[in-house]
């Protein structure tokens, strides 16, 4: 019950993190001009959301962590384990930062609600928070195994690894709103301000998939260490269902890119009910991609209980 507990709180933390970096950084190379004022009130609400569902998530995942080592659900009010685990441990060190960091991230999003004049400064702050939280989170992980020079290494691709994820994963979410609501008048985003967002949101697919293929090799090299290791191990089996669920993920963005959007770009623009169909076909797929990011989000949630295959 409790390893169960603390995949789900990992899982929800997981997703929450992401989307909050992916909410940040979407304005940041969407746009070749102001972002429009109904997605960016739209935005600035979800990134408040996402924020406080950052903090939560980490109280449960320190909760579900705390007792699985300590053997009991009961033992979380005893302030001599509560302490021990915050203060004696690798993970209480880098939690207890993390959700400082979180609670700041919460009061940030917040004033980014009161004003324009906060939404500006917000403009880079929310971004920087959200990466270094999200980036933090490879500290959690396995990643503290190595030491030396192995182990920074292995904690600045684990991290990489996390920006990517965030980038794409987080970033289809403002995406898929566009898509489903451009054609209307209150976005003010017209045919052609949809091709170059899509253009763009491409080129950063690009670096996005390139970092986390390249990361991924460096983390799979201390994790799993031979095909023996990915094959005969049930840590390398799950990570095979993981670069599966990868690989439809990169597969939908592929059609994306080279059938979807250039058939749109075809389209008139004056062409109302083709242009709503093939934004409907592009925004289902992009609603693909999410859920089985959603679905990698989970398998990692497990690999991080599980001892990994080079051990």
Not at 28 to 50: C, F, K, M, S
Not at 255 to 266: E, H, I, K
Request: glycine fraction near 12%.
């Amino acid at each position: 019950m409790i390893e169960v507990g603390l995949i789900i709180a990992r899982f929800l933390h997981y997703l929450a993190t992401t989307a909050l970096a992916g909410l940040s950084w979407f304005p940041l190379y969407a746009y070749a001009g102001a972002e429009p004022d109904v997605l960016g009130r739209w935005r600035q609400r979800w990134l408040l959301w996402t924020a406080v569902a950052t903090l939560f998530s980490g109280l449960g995942w320190f909760a579900f962590a705390a007792a699985n080592m300590s053997g009991s659900m009961a033992d979380l009010v005893d302030a001599g384990t509560v302490w021990a685990v915050l203060h004696d441990t690798g993970f209480g060190a880098v939690w207890t930062s993390r959700m400082l960091l979180a609670t700041l991230t919460v009061g940030v999003a917040a004033w980014g609600l009161r004003s324009k004049v906060a939404a500006h400064h917000q403009n880079w702050m929310m971004p920087l928070l959200a990466a270094i939280l999200l980036a933090s989170l490879a500290g959690t992980g396995h990643a503290q195994i190595e030491d030396g020079w192995a182990g920074v290494v292995h904690i600045v691709a684990d991290a990489i690894h996390l920006l990517a994820a965030g980038a794409w994963l987080g970033g289809l979410i403002p995406l898929a709103l566009i898509l489903h609501r451009y054609l209307g008048t209150d976005l003010n985003v017209g045919p052609k301000d949809m091709d170059r967002i899509l253009i763009r949101f491409s080129g950063m697919g690009y670096l996005a998939v390139a970092a986390l293929i390249g990361s991924g090799l460096v983390n799979g090299w201390f994790l799993v260490g031979s095909p023996s290791g990915l094959l005969d191990t049930p840590y390398g089996q799950i990570l095979l269902g993981k670069l599966a669920l990868f690989g439809g993920m990169l597969a939908l963005a592929v059609a994306n890119r080279f059938w979807l959007v250039p058939s749109m770009g075809r389209i008139r623009t004056d062409a109302a009910e083709g242009l709503t169909r093939s934004s409907a076909k592009l925004r289902n797929h992009v609603l693909g991609e999410q859920v089985l990011g959603w679905m990698v989000l989970l398998a990692v949630s497990i690999l991080g209980t599980m001892q990994p295959a080079v051990g």
